[in-house]
């Protein structure tokens, strides 16, 4: 059953995807014959497949659009451009209309066979909130490991409890969640962060991470710093208050610098002066530099904040399109 806007669509799975054609394959295998299972157990209750194309350049786009065609329930949405992990998701988002909406990675790092484990929790204990717990990384880089430690343990200080170590965007989410994660204005949207915050009855099931099918990751250092900077950013002010505790800091140092210098004059020592100075200065440089950085971040977001541009633009939804209509790559 093809999935129709509203009707009966008991599960929407939203996969986010950027250059994935080697993993395509694979996921579509391991994938169907579970949500074909769910359907099958809920009186062949229509699930919806949202695979949110962000922008690839390979052929990706070509792939899905001839899985979509022995494949009704897979439904294709293009991005017009790269827009990020975060706001493909968001793309998803809007555009699923599942009763529940589970999104996972292409790469199947995220074991599909936990979807229904996902389904089962939620609905036997009214839940709007299942999070994809990875108990077991040890097929992620040491790295990798080590940097979502610390992204974590900062997080949960930020957060609070609420928000389950180890939880990434392998998560389920009841309508009532998804709306309500629609309604928010954000427009950096980090969604672990977003979905403890909304605060709904929630639960957990534990998985272990799996190494990548195929492919490489779309994580480079650089986007890795950058959800970690918005993480930061989005939720707290705190940064801003380090800055000043920097500047009283500094302040003190330069007055023992101080204090010290005018010892050493009455004790008649000459002062030799270069190196003390050339540290207080770059001290001081760095610590100001460091404070308009901080500031600048959160300039930033308040400039993207009243430009209410949105995160991303839908090119193609194959929900719209007559089933002729072919990708063009
Ligand atoms: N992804 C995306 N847009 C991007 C980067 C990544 O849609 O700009 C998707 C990617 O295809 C994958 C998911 O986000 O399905 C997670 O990315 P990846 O597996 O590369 O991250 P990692 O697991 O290495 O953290
Ligand atoms: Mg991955």
Redesign the pocket.
């Given at each position: 059953m093809s999935a129709v806007p509203g009707a009966g669509t008991v599960l929407s799975v939203v996969i986010p995807m950027f250059n994935e054609e080697s993993a395509l394959p694979a996921l579509v295998a391991r994938l169907r014959p579970v949500l074909d299972g769910i359907g099958a157990g809920y009186g062949g209750a229509g699930y919806e497949v949202v695979a949110v194309d962000d922008g690839s350049s390979d052929r990706t786009a070509a792939l899905l659009e001839d899985f979509r065609i022995g494949w009704p329930e897979l439904r294709v949405v293009r991005l017009r451009r790269n827009s990020g992990h975060q706001a493909a998701l968001t793309a998803g988002l809007h555009r699923a209309v599942g009763d529940y909406v589970v999104s996972i990675?292409a790469?199947l790092?995220d074991p599909p066979e936990k979807i229904p484990e996902m389904l089962e929790l939620a609905r036997s204990g009214d839940l709007d909130i299942v999070y994809g717990v990875r108990t077991d990384r040890s097929a992620d880089t040491g790295f990798k490991r080590r940097t979502a430690g610390v992204y974590y343990w900062l997080m949960r200080r930020l957060v609070g409890d609420r928000m389950p170590s180890q939880a990434g965007d392998f998560r389920l989410l009841s309508r009532q969640a998804v709306d309500a994660l629609k309604e928010l204005p954000d427009q950096q949207q980090v969604y672990r962060l977003l979905v403890p915050w909304l605060g709904f009855p929630s639960g957990q099931v534990s998985y272990e991470r799996e190494e990548?099918v195929a492919g490489e990751?779309?994580?480079p250092l650089s986007r890795m710093i950058r959800l970690g900077v918005d993480s930061v950013t989005g939720f707290s002010a705190a940064p801003l208050r380090v800055a000043t505790w920097l500047g009283v800091l500094s302040f003190f140092v330069c007055l023992l610098l101080i204090v010290f210098t005018l010892g050493a004059f009455a004790a008649g020592h000459v002062v030799p002066g270069w190196s003390s100075l050339f540290i207080g200065i770059l001290f001081l440089g760095a610590v100001q530099l460091i404070c308009l950085g901080l500031l600048g971040e959160y300039v930033g977001r308040i400039y993207t904040a009243v430009q209410r541009r949105p995160t991303f633009f839908v090119g193609y939804d194959s929900a719209d399109a007559p089933r002729s209509v072919r990708a063009a790559t």
């Open positions: 990675d790469d790092q990548r990751t779309k994580y």
